[in-house]
């Protein structure tokens, strides 16, 4: 009698843990349909990918308030480069996950389904006393600051807040 009882009890678990478990990353963001993500946790607006090629800071900013909002068919005035904390939380530093190969070959993971064509992302963080803005690397996991001319690797990627 009593291993049906603690069978009926692991079932009953095994049922419903998942169902009131914690949001997984399939919970966080939607896939729009229209070349963007929404990420509930953080209420943002992803673009579904970079610029796709190397570009400097300057470019960058003009990129995602001028070329990207055309391209996807929807009408934001708000598109801006985001921020160190916004990008970090799309790392996906979990041990034993794959992540994708860059068409700039660097190997990058991330939580949101968003495809980057190289791992190093501007961020919206500049220096005033400096020429300098920070970036974002999605292989290693670290921000380093680099002169805002410097083209080579770095990706510019759209982000909004949601109203």
């Given at each position: 009698m009593a291993p049906e009882r603690y069978l009926r009890i692991l079932v009953f678990l095994l049922v419903i843990f998942p169902a009131v478990g914690p949001a997984g990353a399939g919970d966080r963001f939607t896939d729009n349909g229209d070349g963007t993500v929404s990420d509930h946790e953080l209420g943002l607006m992803?673009?579904?990918?970079?610029?796709?090629?190397?570009?400097?800071?300057?470019?960058?900013?003009?990129?995602?308030?001028f070329t990207f909002p055309y391209t996807i068919g929807k009408q934001f005035d708000d598109w801006r480069l985001p921020t160190l904390a916004e990008l970090q939380s799309l790392a996906d530093e979990r041990k034993g996950q794959p992540g994708y190969e860059t068409d700039c070959g660097q190997r990058v993971k991330l939580l949101a389904p968003i495809r980057l064509s190289c791992g190093w992302v501007w961020t919206s963080e500049t220096d005033a006393s400096a020429p300098t803005a920070e970036v974002f690397n999605f292989n290693k996991f670290y921000h380093y600051k680099v002169r805002k001319a410097h083209t080579r690797g770095y990706r510019a990627l759209a982000v909004r807040n949601l109203k």
């Open positions: 992803w673009s579904q990918t970079d610029n796709s090629g190397d570009i400097s800071w300057p470019q960058a900013e003009k990129w995602v308030l």
